[in-house]
């Protein structure tokens, strides 16, 4: 099933996710079928439960779509529960990052480029794999999720300062999507 994913000013996003029993999670399964999915439908490569208003430990990739310009990618698709990441390389490589509920703006982040992630899969099977390149960026931005952060934290004050005004159209639900979304509650006056 698709779900909405819910956009920048929306509090879910802001909340850190707990962990998850996954043994006594019935309805696991069907979760993170549900998140593919959604994620396929909004052509992303990542989502994590807090963009579907669930904050719960989950997040579902699949990078292949990226294996012509990043050969880790190829053939990466993940289903994470409870991940957890360990930065192995502290040198910061600057790229683009987009995020589907920030629809319609793409920064710069500074991101390690050599991690390694402990998980556990929708089998309930646990892995550890040291990841390098975008993958690991994947990695990263998808986890951030998951502690209430967002891309946008990444970037400098001032650049957020002259978004703005795009910010401010998300949080309103003054954007144009391709896929069901959820805005921000209305504050009352």
Avoid at 90 to 108: A, H, I, M, Q, Y
Avoid at 160 to 183: F, S
Wanted: hydrophobic share 35%; net charge negative.
């Amino acid at each position: 099933m698709k779900l909405p994913i819910y956009l920048y000013g929306h509090p879910v996003l802001r909340a850190e996710s707990a962990a998850v029993d996954a043994v006594n999670y019935p309805e696991l399964k069907q979760l993170i079928a549900d998140m593919f999915e959604t994620m396929y439908a909004s052509d992303g490569c990542g989502l994590a439960a807090p963009q579907i208003g669930r904050n719960e430990r989950i997040v579902v990739i699949d990078a292949d779509a990226l294996k012509d310009d990043h050969p880790e990618c190829a053939g990466r698709r993940m289903a994470l529960v409870n991940p957890v990441v360990e930065v192995l390389d502290g040198e910061e490589v600057c790229r683009p990052e987009g995020c589907l509920s920030l629809p319609g703006l793409s920064e710069n982040v500074n991101r390690v480029e050599h991690i390694r992630l402990t998980w556990t899969d929708e089998n309930m099977q646990s892995h550890t794999e040291e990841i390098g390149g975008f993958l690991a960026r994947i990695v990263q931005h998808e986890c951030d999720h998951l502690d209430g952060k967002l891309y946008m934290d990444h970037v400098s004050g001032t650049r957020r300062m002259l978004l703005r005004a795009k910010l401010r159209n998300i949080i309103e639900g003054k954007v144009r999507c391709d896929y069901p979304v959820r805005t921000a509650p209305k504050k009352r006056k």
